[in-house]
């Protein structure tokens, strides 16, 4: 996902971000089909590390990335679309919340993952890559076309990292 398009400084970021959470999404699939009983032992870690990763990434996005695409191309369809995706981002994080309840309630009770809830992650994770992908096909590439988006990045960025 890294190459995918030639973004530059902290849209960059963005994209190796976006490689974090395909390594996740890799880790999980790839013990789910060995059946790796270590792994899943340990989910509840990986989900906490997981949500700790994804959070930052999304406050980048919402702090950096969004404002940005809106402020350099304020096109209504543009705006929709950032809209769109921080909704996601509201979504996928009450999903993941509620993973992470549930995951730390089997480690109180000493259950078993079940079926059910393995199916909710694998449909989390397929949410997760949908958006990630949305934003590496519509949003980075509208950011990457106006300099001014490009310009604000880079200004956001520096903000935030003050603060």
Request: hydrophobic share 45%.
């Amino acid at each position: 996902m890294e190459n995918v398009y030639n973004i530059d400084n902290q849209v960059a970021k963005i994209a190796k971000e976006h490689k974090i959470i395909t390594d996740y999404v890799v880790k999980f699939n790839n013990s789910l089909k060995n059946r790796d009983k270590d792994f899943f032992k340990g989910i509840a870690a990986f989900f906490d590390f997981l949500a700790k990763d994804l959070r930052g990434h999304f406050l980048f996005e919402e702090m950096v990335i969004f404002p940005a695409a809106i402020a350099g191309e304020p096109a209504y369809e543009n705006i929709l679309m950032v809209m769109s995706l921080q909704k996601e981002h509201g979504i996928l994080e009450e999903n993941l919340n509620t993973l992470i309840a549930e995951l730390n309630d089997l480690k109180v009770t000493r259950q078993k993952l079940s079926t059910e809830l393995i199916n909710q992650i694998k449909t989390f994770f397929d949410a997760l890559k949908t958006h990630a992908k949305r934003e590496m096909t519509d949003l980075f590439p509208m950011v990457d076309a106006k300099p001014e988006s490009k310009a604000l990045v880079e200004k956001y960025a520096t903000e935030m990292n003050r603060g």
